[in-house]
Nanobody
Framework: VQLQACGGGLVQPGGSLRLSCEAS????????MGWHRQAPGKRRELVAE???????NYADSVKGRFTVSRDTAKNTVYLQMSSLKPEDTAVYYC??????????WGQGTLVTVSS
């Protein structure tokens, strides 16, 4: 299973950015897809995920600003980020949790929020 993320970049505070991540390989039962992030000097943290039942989970710091969604036919997960803040600057990692196989991670994409 491989994941390819894209969409990172430089954005001004208050701006928006959309990340996408496509999973490929032998994926038959996806339990969840989502995003973590790691800022410089900090631990990796959950940003948002969507489970196979459609349940979404968000970090408190992004609720109301970020939206996670999935295209199950394409094994793709998206992260729509709005009202971005400098503290959202981090490397964003997508992941997929496949039943019986475990979790797989993308290579990370850098999001920088700065004026």
């Amino acid at each position: 299973v491989q994941l390819q993320a894209c969409g990172g970049g430089l954005v001004q505070p208050g701006g928006s950015l959309r990340l996408s991540c496509e999973a490929s390989g032998e994926i038959f039962n996806t339990d969840a897809m989502g995003w973590h992030r790691q800022a410089p000097g900090k631990r990796r943290e959950l940003v948002a995920e969507q489970t196979r039942r459609g349940t979404t989970n968000y970090a408190d710091s992004v609720k109301g600003r970020f939206t996670v969604s999935r295209d199950t036919a394409k094994n793709t997960v998206y992260l729509q980020m709005s009202s971005l803040k400098p503290e959202d600057t981090a490397v964003y990692y997508c992941y997929i949790r496949v039943r019986y196989l475990g979790e797989f991670w993308g290579q990370g994409t850098l999001v920088t929020v700065s004026s």
